[in-house]
């Protein structure tokens, strides 16, 4: 990614770095989300994970860490298959999970991203999120 100062100026180079919003904010050379999932019978169990790549200071290099975080969730469908008066509840879904499972808060940088300390349009504002899901399908 480049940011351009001005029509046919030949750009900087912003990808790897933070910088102050008004320029380009903070690209990451790499931002992934990989999902481990495992089924078996009703029960799924999933794994996932965020990973955002360290970026460098702009302003004046500073090494600004990379940010992974896990989040976890385990749930049940019921079935017509199940044992006496569970078979009633065919159709229901019951999951349970955590988001930021770690409580990883989100790199910063002061110098670059001074009202927040880091750039909430790359990195989760929201820190370990607990949540449960029901769903009923008819």
């Known amino acids: 990614n480049y940011f351009l100062d001005s029509p046919g100026s030949p750009g900087t180079e912003t990808a ?3 910088t102050a919003q008004a320029e380009n904010g903070t690209i990451p050379r790499l931002r992934a989300y990989s999902v481990l999932d495992f089924t078996r019978g009703g029960w799924e169990a999933t794994l996932a994970n965020t990973f955002i790549s360290a970026v460098s200071d702009s302003q004046d290099g500073s090494h600004i860490p990379p940010y992974p975080s896990w989040d976890v969730s385990l749930s049940y469908k019921f079935s017509q298959s199940d044992a006496g008066m569970l078979s009633l509840l065919k159709g229901l879904t019951l999951k349970v999970g955590v988001n930021d499972l770690f409580d990883r ?3 910063y940088d002061d110098s670059v991203f001074s009202q927040d300390y880091s750039d909430i349009s790359t990195y989760s504002p929201i820190a370990r999120f607990v949540y449960v899901e029901a769903r009923y399908k008819f």
């Open 105 to 107: 808060q989100p790199s």
């Open 16 to 18: 790897g770095f933070a």
